[in-house]
């Protein structure tokens, strides 16, 4: 299980770079400063996954959950986004010291 969330954890943190570095070209070639949001990709991707994943969150919890919650998440660059998931799973993957306890 550990390494499953090492090797998701690197994935995750590939997406990060590549979508930093995407977020770096688009920001040299033009006059303006925008990064991608999460739910830019999300939308981009799969536009009725998003739709629908919103409903589903409305409908069993409260639309609050929706608005203050995952919509603020997925305004997050997609960099940061990906970034922090990547480094969460690093952290549940990582390996952990053995330590030896003698007891009298």
Known sequence: MKAFARFLAGFFLLVAVIFAVYDATRVQ???????????????AVAPGSLK???ESVERRTHTIVWTWGVAQVLRLPAWAFFGL??????YAGRRRRQVNVYAN
């Open 29 to 43: 070639t033009s006059d303006r400063f925008s990064l991608v949001s999460m739910s830019e990709t999300w939308s």
């Open 52 to 54: 629908s994943a919103r």
């Open 85 to 90: 998931l990547g480094l969460i799973m690093a």
